[in-house]
C-alpha cells in the first residue's frame, strides 16, 4: 500500500510518499481500505512541531525528539472493512465504517487495522464517506470542552475562530443546546456560521471584539489568537474560558483563575473516548451536526493539503480522497 511518512519535523515537504506493506489484521481487528481522511490543524501541528509556547521539549519527548515517532500521521478516516480477524464480532467484511484514532494517527494511509472497539462505527448512512471522516476530530473536541464547561440553555457563548472544524462543531452543538452564540470569524464565513447557528457574527477584519461591552457565559477560543489575561473582562461572573489553542499561560491560569477573578479556564487535551464518537455520529445522522468541508484532494496531494492547513484560512475541515470509488 502507499502511505505519506513524515520522519523529521518541518513544512509540508518533510512528507514522503512510500510503498509499504499492506498490514494484516490481528485476532481482534478489521483492516479497513480507506476512501477518505483528512489533513487537520493537529496533524500540521505535529509535522512542524509547532507546539504550545513554552511546551517544545515536552512535546518532542511525548511524540518524538527528531520526528514524530508514529510517522504516519492522520487522525480520522472513513472506508471499508475488507477483512476481519477471527475474535471480530462487531463487522464483516463490506461494511462501510468511519473511525478516530485520534493520537495514534495512521490514516494517511491506503490501508489501516483497527481494533474493533477502537472508536470505529458504522458510516450513517446519510453522509458521504468523505463527510464522515471529517467529523471526529472537530466534533469530539467540541464536545469535551462544551461538556467540561456545562453550557446550559440560554446561556450567550462568545466562539473565537467559529468557521473552523472546531468552532464550526462548538457552534452547532451549542445550538442544539439552546445557547445565544456569537461568533468571532471573517466577513467571508459570516453566511456559514449564521447557517450552522450563530445568532450574531463579528468580523474580527473590521471591529475588535475585545473592545465591545457585551458579556458571555461562556468564551470559546479555538484560534489561538487570545488569552484569557486579555478576555477574562467579556466573562460574567462564573464565566469560563475554554483555551482550546491554549499555550502555558493559560494553562496556569486554571490554578488561579477561579479563586481571584470567580471565572474558569479549561484548558488541556480534548478526551477521545469511544462514547463522544458515538454521539457525534448519532447527532450527524440526525442532522444536528453536519460535516463543514472547505476543500478536497487527492492522497497524492496530501503535502498540497498541509500547505493550505497552514494557512490558517481554511473553513471547517480539509479532506483527502484516498480511494474515492
Known sequence: MKAFFCRAYGGPEVLELREVATPSPKADEILVKIAATTVNSGDARIRAARFPRGMGLIGKLVLGIS??????????????????????????????????????????????????????????????????????????????????????????????????????????????????????????????????????????RSEDFLARGETYDVIAETAGTTTFRRAKHLLKKNGRFLAIAAEVPDMLAMIWSSAIYGKRVIAGPAEETEEAVSQIAEWAKAGILKPVIDRTYGFEEIPDAHAYVDTGRKKGSVVILVNPA
Open 67 to 204: 520526528g514524530p515517532r508514529q510517522p504516519i500521521l492522520g487522525t480520522e478516516l472513513a472506508g471499508v472493512v475488507v477483512e476481519t480477524g477471527k475474535d471480530v464480532r462487531r463487522f464483516k467484511k463490506g461494511d462501510e465504517v468511519f473511525a478516530f484514532p485520534g493520537v495514534k494517527l495512521g490514516c494517511h494511509a491506503e490501508f489501516r487495522t483497527l481494533q474493533e472497539n477502537q472508536s470505529v462505527f458504522l458510516k450513517p448512512e446519510n453522509l458521504s464517506f468523505a463527510e464522515a471522516s471529517s467529523i471526529s476530530f472537530g466534533g469530539t473536541s467540541a464536545l469535551h470542552f462544551l461538556r467540561k464547561a456545562e453550557l446550559r440553555a440560554g446561556e450567550k457563548i462568545l466562539v473565537i475562530g467559529a468557521s473552523g472544524a472546531v468552532g464550526s462543531a462548538i457552534v452547532q452543538i451549542a445550538k442544539h443546546l439552546g445557547a445565544e452564540i456569537t461568533a468571532v470569524t471573517s466577513a467571508t464565513n459570516a453566511a456559514l456560521v449564521r447557517s450552522l447557528g450563530a445568532t450574531n457574527v463579528i468580523d474580527y
